[in-house]
């Protein structure tokens, strides 16, 4: 490190050992919206927000999803080095990271998102829990390239008054906020996007899904039992 910031750049980072970090993002974005887009539902009447802002926020979700990853601590864990796994972690700060990025959106969308990420490994046990390490955080930022920071919109990101910023978010929304039943199909539904073109992105990188292809054009009956093969494996 130079100066507090990291050295290692974005071109070389790795979401996994066979995938670019700036790749894997950018294919489960991909994936997500194409979920997205393809569900024919009343967006507004079933949840309260428009269709342009729950694709921004499908957008903003996807892409910010593992940018913890950008840590030199994640890259060595994933080269094999040991490293502490509070270091290496990276769906906290991932989370954080999408706070920072949806200035934009609803404020229970930017609460929800962040939980969405935070949890996106697990489950949603100790939902809306404030308990946050921010000293492992510190250490995390300042391990992460400019060149990274600048690309994902986080080099003017002040980590402390953000931590602080959420912690109000989520202790006003436990309080007064506003819920739904509503709430529970939305988080669920978009939990379940991310995570469904996460793995998918692993699997199959930049290739398609199968069964997804049926559908834009003719298949030949040996291809369209592949991909039912497929279809029952996934």
């Given amino acids: ?16 050992p066979d995938r670019r970090l700036i790749d894997h993002l950018e294919g489960v974005k991909r994936r997500s ?9 009343s967006w507004e009447e079933l949840f309260g927000y ?30 094999g080095e040991r490293v502490e796994r509070s270091l290496s972690a990276h ?3 991932s989370a ?3 706070f920072h990025r949806s200035k934009n959106l609803p404020d229970k969308l930017r609460i929800f998102g962040f939980e969405i990420i935070r949890r ?4 949603f046990r100790n939902f809306l829990d404030i308990e946050i390490d921010e000293k492992v955080l510190e250490k995390q930022f300042s391990a992460i390239p400019e060149d990274f920071l600048r690309r994902y919109d986080l080099h003017d990101l002040k980590l402390s008054e953000t931590i602080e910023r959420i912690k109000r ?3 006003k929304f436990s309080i007064l906020g506003k819920k739904d039943l509503s709430d529970y199909f939305l988080i ?9 073109s996460d793995r998918e992105d692993v699997v199959f990188k930049s290739e398609p899904l199968p069964f997804l292809l049926m559908k834009r054009r003719r298949f030949s009956p040996t291809e369209k039992s592949l991909a039912e093969k497929t279809r029952s494996i996934l």
């Fill in 91 to 93: 769906a906290l700060f």
């Fill in 1 to 16: 490190m130079e100066g507090g910031r990291a050295e290692h750049s974005v071109d070389v980072m790795k979401s996994h």
């Fill in 96 to 98: 954080v990271a999408f």
């Fill in 33 to 41: 919206l194409e979920k997205f887009r393809s569900l024919d539902l």
């Fill in 169 to 171: 978010s989520i202790s």
């Fill in 50 to 79: 428009d269709e342009n802002v729950l694709e921004e926020f499908v957008s903003l979700l996807s892409e910010s999803h593992d940018v913890g990853k950008s840590t030199i601590y994640f890259q060595k864990h994933l080269s």
């Fill in 120 to 123: 996106h490994h697990g489950d």
């Fill in 188 to 196: 669920h539904l978009f939990m379940s996007i991310l995570v469904s």
